[in-house]
C-alpha cells in the first residue's frame, strides 16, 4: 500500500522555539509531490509548504521548512520561531501532477504552542 | 489557488433525513473528491466525482448513502442520506489542481 506516516500524534513547542514534524511516505511513483497542510479548529485545510520530488533543494517558506530525503523516503517540516498561531493539526501527504488523484494523507500531529 | 465556497458550514439534523452540501469551485476542475474528518482524525476519501461520470466511492461507502453530483467543473454536490447519529463528522471538498489540492472550508454535521 502506498502510505504517508506521521509517527508523532502530538508535539508541543515553546513560543520563540523550532520544532520538527516527522513524515515518511511510501510510493511507486517516479514523480509526485509532498506536501505538509495544516487545520486550524477552523476546519480549513491550509498549504503549508510542497515539495516536487524531483527537485533536490529542499523547499522553504518563510519560517517553514522541509528536510526531503528521498531515498529514505522522509519528508519532515520544521517550524523555526513557533508562534501561538501555529498550533493546529499538520497533515503531511502524498499526490502526483495532474490532479486527477486524492492526496494520501497521513494521520496527522497535533502541535501545541505554549506561551 | 482555486477557491472553493462550501456550504453550510454546519449544521444540526434530525435522524432520517438528508443534507445537500455544495461546493462552488471559482475555477474549473478536472476532479473533485469528497472526505470525511472525524474530530482529531485524518481525511477519510468517500468518492471521486468527474464531471458527465458517475461518482467514484470507496470501500465502505455507497451511492445511495452519499449521492453525488458533479453538473459541470466548477460545482459538486454531496448528498448525506437517511442520517443516523454515526453519521456525524466533518465533511470536506476538494479540488485538485497540477501542483497541489485545495479545500472548502467544511461542514460540521450533528446528527440528533
Known amino acids: 500500500a502506498q502510505t504517508v506516516t506521521q509517527s508523532q500524534p502530538e508535539m508541543s513547542v515553546q513560543e520563540a522555539e523550532t520544532v520538527t514534524l516527522s513524515c515518511t511516505y511510501d510510493?511507486?511513483?517516479?514523480?509526485?509531490?509532498l506536501f505538509w497542510y495544516k487545520q486550524p479548529p477552523s476546519r480549513q485545510m491550509i498549504l503549508v509548504i510542497r515539495?516536487?520530488?524531483?527537485?533536490?533543494q529542499n523547499a522553504t517558506e518563510n519560517r517553514f521548512s522541509v528536510n526531503f530525503q528521498k531515498a529514505a523516503k522522509s519528508f519532515s517540516l520544521k517550524i523555526s520561531d513557533s508562534q501561538l498561531g501555529d498550533a493546529a493539526m499538520y497533515f503531511c501527504?502524498?499526490?502526483?501532477?495532474?490532479?486527477?488523484?486524492?492526496?494520501?494523507f497521513g494521520k496527522g500531529t497535533r502541535l501545541s504552542v505554549i506561551a | 489557488s482555486a477557491v472553493i465556497s462550501q456550504k453550510p458550514s454546519r449544521d444540526i439534523c434530525q435522524r432520517g433525513t438528508s443534507l445537500t452540501i455544495q461546493c462552488q469551485v471559482d475555477s474549473q476542475v478536472t476532479m473533485m473528491f469528497w472526505y470525511r474528518q472525524q474530530p482529531g482524525q485524518s481525511l477519510t476519501l468517500i468518492a471521486t466525482a468527474n464531471q458527465g461520470s458517475e461518482a467514484t466511492y470507496e470501500s465502505g461507502f455507497v451511492i445511495d448513502k452519499f449521492p453525488i453530483s458533479r453538473p459541470n467543473l466548477t460545482f459538486s454536490t454531496l448528498t448525506v442520506s437517511n442520517m443516523s447519529p454515526e453519521d456525524s463528522s466533518i465533511y470536506l471538498c476538494?479540488?485538485?489542481?497540477?501542483?497541489?489540492?485545495?479545500f472548502g472550508q467544511g461542514t460540521r454535521l450533528t446528527v440528533v
Open positions: 515539495q516536487e520530488a524531483y527537485k533536490q
Open positions: 501527504a502524498r499526490g502526483v501532477p495532474s490532479g486527477n488523484t486524492p492526496l494520501v
Open positions: 476538494s479540488g485538485s489542481g497540477y501542483t497541489e489540492a485545495f
Open positions: 510510493t511507486s511513483e517516479s514523480d509526485y509531490y
